[in-house]
Nanobody, 127 residues
Framework: VQLQASGGGSVQAGGSLSVSCAAS????????MGWFRQAPGKEREFVAA????????NYADSVKGRFTISRDNAKKTLFLQMDNLETEDSAVYYC?????????????????????WGQGTQVTVSS
């Protein structure tokens, strides 16, 4: 499994950024997917996840209402749109695929469920 994240960058607080993740080596449409992030000196934390069909989503409380996760199964790509960014959102963002295929409408959200990780992309929000 290969997960190639791209996008990210630097923006001022209140701005927007998007990141994407191109997947290969797995039947993408069979897996719920997730985004995590890790700031310096902190644990990797859950950000958002989506079911295999793109119907159900789950968000960390800290990003709810500001971030939107989506997917394009035809292009095997996962997206994260980040609006109204805050300095606390600065981190390396990782896309992740679970260890096992997902049942329909299930949203994997626990870190232990994920077994494949992208290389990460940096998001920096300045005040």
């Amino acid at each position: 499994v290969q997960l190639q994240a791209s996008g990210g960058g630097s923006v001022q607080a209140g701005g927007s950024l998007s990141v994407s993740c191109a997947a290969s080596g797995l039947i993408f449409k069979d897996y719920g997917m997730g985004w995590f992030r890790q700031a310096p000196g902190k644990e990797r934390e859950f950000v958002a996840a989506i079911d295999r069909n793109g119907v159900n989503t789950n968000y960390a409380d800290s990003v709810k209402g500001r971030f939107t996760i989506s997917r394009d199964n035809a292009k095997k790509t996962l997206f994260l749109q980040m609006d109204n960014l805050e300095t606390e959102d600065s981190a390396v963002y990782y896309c992740a695929a679970p260890r096992h295929r997902s049942v329909y409408y299930y949203v994997p959200s626990r870190r232990s469920e994920f077994g494949s990780w992208g290389q990460g992309t940096q998001v920096t929000v300045s005040s």
